[in-house]
């Protein structure tokens, strides 16, 4: 990993790549990785689900390092929780929203996690730039900490 590592920093030397970052890492790997990377890593992108406990060390990790952490799979992995918790979906409905994108606006309401859509439908892409483009234009869906604190637990995530 180091060796493709570095080869990735003179890329960054020679102005090819402006930024490097790491995807499927556990704790050890990307913490392993910053501490030796010359050019630290800006992003980390992992699968984000309750069966990593959401990654929260990992997440800790890139939010004191301000590093982006990317979720992907976020829907699929989560698909349970947002189509059968009531809590969720009452929340959802009191925003006219699905509770796919309230997912996605309580990851980027985080202020720290950019979710990483895989859909291939038009109608999920343009749901999903929406949310974005609401969010970006100052809409609020959770109103404190408390209340992002609160959906955690309902989809079972053990820490913001």
């Given at each position: 990993?180091?060796?493709?590592?570095?080869?990735?920093?003179?890329?960054?030397?020679?102005?090819?790549?402006?930024?490097?970052?790491?995807?499927?890492?556990?704790?050890?790997?990307?913490?392993?990785?910053?501490?030796?990377?010359?050019?630290?890593?800006?992003?980390?992108?992992?699968?984000?689900?309750?069966?990593?406990?959401?990654?929260?060390?990992?997440?800790?990790?890139?939010?004191?390092?301000?590093?982006?952490?990317?979720?992907?799979?976020?829907?699929?992995?989560?698909?349970?929780?947002?189509?059968?918790?009531?809590?969720?979906?009452?929340?959802?409905?009191?925003?006219?929203?699905?509770?796919?994108?309230?997912?996605?606006?309580?990851l980027m309401s985080t202020g720290y996690i950019?979710?990483?859509?895989?859909?291939?439908?038009?109608?999920?892409?343009?749901?999903?730039?929406?949310?974005?483009?609401?969010?970006?234009?100052?809409?609020?869906?959770?109103?404190?900490?408390?209340?992002?604190?609160?959906?955690?637990?309902?989809?079972?995530?053990?820490?913001?």
């Amino acid at each position: 990993t180091m060796a493709v590592w570095r080869v990735m920093e003179s890329f960054v030397d020679d102005g090819k790549v402006k930024r490097l970052g790491m995807s499927n890492a556990n704790h050890l790997q990307f913490t392993t990785l910053y501490q030796e990377a010359r050019i630290k890593p800006s992003v980390l992108q992992n699968r984000f689900h309750a069966e990593t406990r959401f990654d929260t060390k990992l997440r800790h990790f890139c939010q004191d390092h301000d590093i982006w952490y990317q979720s992907f799979w976020t829907l699929t992995a989560n698909s349970h929780e947002l189509q059968h918790n009531p809590h969720i979906r009452q929340l959802a409905e009191r925003h006219n929203l699905s509770p796919q994108t309230l997912m996605f606006a309580f990851l980027m309401s985080t202020g720290y996690i950019t979710p990483l859509s895989g859909t291939t439908s038009k109608r999920h892409m343009a749901e999903d730039v929406a949310i974005m483009e609401r969010i970006q234009g100052g809409e609020v869906f959770f109103h404190s900490q408390e209340e992002l604190r609160q959906f955690s637990e309902h989809l079972g995530m053990p820490d913001l």
